[in-house]
């Protein structure tokens, strides 16, 4: 019975079609934000170096320079909790799914010695009417993926966010992707607690945290979504509380 709400959303599939296009229409196709995609912290040795993998969110979509986005954030924050030189790189892509990052991104990353991964994938399967079948079958390869390439790697997924706080979505519309998303999540958190990677909980989120297209996050919304995952990221560092 938990998958019954998932397949009513199937019925409202006209209703997705007509409003997402109306959403389209409206909103402002934003670039990733200009700036480096990755950069060097100063500290104390050994580094940490973190890859922030996936969608708009990791190119820092929604803001003008990726100082301000999340790998860059996080970077800053992981340095003032360890001290350590933290070396990181933000490989995101607007509008790509776990299918894509899989496909087309993980294969063409070089195999650098990435301590930490961020993966911030899943909206895009979501809101592209992804079933749990398909997100499993590609999330969770893109996981084993990962896990190939930086078996000792500490990998943190942020999931999917809660569509219905997001100020471009109209009320129906939001309702629909939120019973979805809630699907999405709890399939990735499953799959995370088997496939060696942690599941971040859901990141709270308020309106001063999304970007003028009401959709992408804000400088705001990506400081706070890095002081969300901080914590998470640097829990298996030594003389981090």
Same mark, same amino acid.
């Given at each position: @019975? ?7 959303? $199937?019925?409202? =599939? ?50 003008? /320079? *990726?100082? /301000? ?17 933290? #070396? ?5 892509? /607007?509008?790509?799914? *776990?299918?894509?990052? #899989? ?35 590609? =999330? ?9 390439? $930086?078996? &000792? ?11 219905? #706080?997001?100020?471009? @979505? ?12 809630? &699907?999405? /999540?709890? @399939? ?5 607690? &088997? #496939? ?13 945290? =999304? ?13 706070? $979504? ?10 298996? &560092?030594?003389?981090?509380?």
């Amino acid at each position: @019975m938990r998958r019954f709400p998932t397949l009513l959303t $199937w019925l409202a =599939f006209p209703v997705y079609v007509w409003q997402g296009l109306g959403v389209r229409r409206r909103t402002t196709r934003m670039l990733p934000a200009q700036g480096p995609v990755m950069h060097e912290i100063s500290g104390l040795a050994p580094a940490i170096s973190v890859l922030v993998l996936g969608d708009s969110s990791a190119a820092s979509v929604g803001i003008g /320079n *990726s100082e /301000n986005g999340l790998a860059a954030q996080l970077a800053v924050l992981i340095a003032q909790r360890t001290g350590r030189t933290v #070396r990181w790189r933000a490989a995101g892509f /607007n509008s790509a799914t *776990s299918g894509q990052i #899989r496909d087309h991104v993980l294969p063409n990353l070089s195999a650098d010695p990435w301590t930490h991964i961020v993966l911030a994938i899943g909206t895009n399967d979501t809101k592209n009417f992804h079933s749990v079948p398909r997100f499993k079958r590609e =999330f969770g390869s893109l996981l084993y993926a990962l896990r190939a390439k $930086w078996p &000792e790697a500490r990998v943190v997924w942020s999931p999917v966010l809660e569509f219905t #706080r997001a100020p471009a @979505m109209p009320p129906l519309l939001g309702k629909i992707l939120e019973i979805r998303a809630v &699907e999405m /999540n709890r @399939m990735g958190e499953r799959l995370c607690l &088997e #496939r060696g990677a942690i599941p971040a909980p859901r990141l709270p989120i308020t309106d001063a945290g =999304f970007a003028s297209d009401g959709f992408h996050a804000s400088e705001a919304g990506y400081r706070a $979504w890095a002081e969300h995952l901080v914590s998470l990221v640097v829990a298996n &560092e030594p003389g981090v509380a």
